[in-house]
């Protein structure tokens, strides 16, 4: 808690409490972010799982570039937004179960890149995705669904 | 009473404002729709702007379902979170700034449609995006971006 409360009062917390508009630009940011990122592995995930077949998987998994830039965003914006509201995001169960979701869908997200790389470019270019790749795909469609719920449910509680 | 005012008074209405978890429900539906119509379409109006040209114009219609699949939530979503505090949202000039982006985005979208998918023939050559096109596909991103904006902001500004 008191790790909390010195965040809170970091200058960086209060420069975003003191200056007009800072709080809702990294918000909207948030969301942007989170288009980037969200919108990225749904296309590629779904297109793991067969869907859009006329456009080449590898060129899909191309799309990771987008991901990576929403991730970014939504790193840097998410902890510009949390030393603000230190105290309450802190204690905030919504909060926690979302970076458990975002822990899980990263290591099932490492285990995809592993997938991908281990292949070279085997099923990648043959278009045939081995069942436990789907597994994957799945599971990350469903964990980062999970981790704009908890995200949203913050503001509730 | 006004018709807003009606609306917001419903039991729906009601029950869409005050339940714990309907308006965190409904809000999550709107985020997810979001991600789905800003990634399918974002990913076919970069194709027109020549983005991974080695993917096929016409390939990319098949992410209209998502596109669709995510207008549906987000319209099931927004008609429902707006029931809940009608008079607030209609008198929003944020509101209606977004619904405007909105439908631009949406008319775009129709443009679009029918200069790339449905003029070109089946075996025809490989579509190229006229320079035309390439506006619409460059404004289309425009307005969805701005209407993600427009929305987040509904909250901050009159």
Redesign the interface.
């Given at each position: 808690m008191e790790l909390l409360v010195w965040l809170e009062h970091t200058g960086i917390a209060n420069a975003i409490r003191t200056t007009p508009w800072m709080y809702?630009t990294f918000?909207?940011l948030h969301?942007?972010g989170?288009?980037l990122l969200?919108?990225?592995i749904?296309?590629i995930d779904?297109r793991v799982l067969g869907?859009?077949?006329?456009?080449?998987l590898k060129?899909m998994i191309?799309?990771l570039p987008f991901v990576w830039v929403g991730f970014i965003i939504n790193a840097t914006t998410g902890t510009l937004l949390f030393i603000y509201g230190a105290t309450s995001f802190g204690v905030n169960r919504a909060f926690w179960l979302k970076m458990v979701f975002m822990a899980i869908a990263g290591a099932n997200a490492l285990a995809f890149d592993v997938a991908v790389r281990r292949a070279g470019s085997d099923w990648v270019g043959a278009d045939r995705p081995p069942p436990y790749v789907k597994v994957f795909a799945t599971l990350s469609f469903v964990l980062w669904?999970c981790v704009?719920?908890a995200g949203?449910?913050m503001?509730?509680r | 009473m006004g018709f807003l005012e009606w609306l917001q008074n419903t039991p729906f209405g009601i029950w869409v404002g005050e339940s714990?978890?309907a308006?965190?429900l409904f809000?999550?539906m709107h985020?997810?729709g979001?991600?789905?119509v800003?990634?399918?379409l974002?990913?076919i109006n970069l194709r027109v702007l020549g983005y991974?040209p080695?993917?096929?114009i016409?390939?990319?219609q098949?992410?209209l379902p998502?596109a669709w699949i995510g207008f549906t939530l987000n319209l099931v979503s927004g008609l429902t979170l707006f029931v809940s505090d009608a008079e607030h949202f209609w008198g929003s000039y944020t509101f209606r700034v977004k619904m405007v982006l909105i439908i631009l985005g949406g008319i775009n979208a129709a443009l679009l449609g029918r200069r790339m998918f449905q003029e070109a023939l089946p075996g025809a050559p490989p579509v190229v995006p006229t320079s035309g096109a390439k506006w619409i596909a460059a404004t289309s991103l425009v307005f969805w971006?701005g209407a993600?904006?427009a929305?987040?902001?509904i909250?901050?500004l009159p």
């Open positions: 809702p918000e909207t969301y942007i989170l288009s969200v919108g990225g749904m296309l779904l869907f859009a077949r006329s456009l080449a060129s191309g799309l669904l704009v719920t949203r449910w503001a509730y | 714990l978890w308006y965190p809000e999550t985020t997810i979001m991600a789905m800003v990634g399918s974002g990913l991974k080695e993917l096929p016409l390939g990319t098949q992410l998502l971006f993600i904006c929305g987040r902001l909250a901050y």
